[in-house]
């Protein structure tokens, strides 16, 4: 992969991509109960700086599903990765 301006990449097929930050502690949902895939995976939602913070994007996300539809359908843990993390992702 070779950087072809500043910050973004390009792979050898011609896909371009980006560089990402997520933050040291991170927020992640997953979709559970009947008609969910039995296999599905947590994705990350939010990160953040600090602990305090990510249990109050987690909280606040929670709040905001009250009486909807998916409400008992989506679950959320917060993560202490450590340290944040670069990744980069596809630009599409």
Known sequence: MREIENGLFEDENGNQFYEETILRFR???KFV???MRP???WRLKFSSTSLE???KCME???SDNKGKVWEN???YK???NGEETKVKSLAW
Do not use: L, P, T, W
């Open 27 to 29: 927020v992640y949902e």
């Open 33 to 35: 109960g009947e008609g």
């Open 39 to 41: 296999d599905e995976n």
């Open 53 to 55: 913070n990510a249990n």
């Open 60 to 62: 606040d996300q929670i």
């Open 73 to 75: 359908h989506i679950i």
């Open 78 to 80: 917060v993560i202490d």
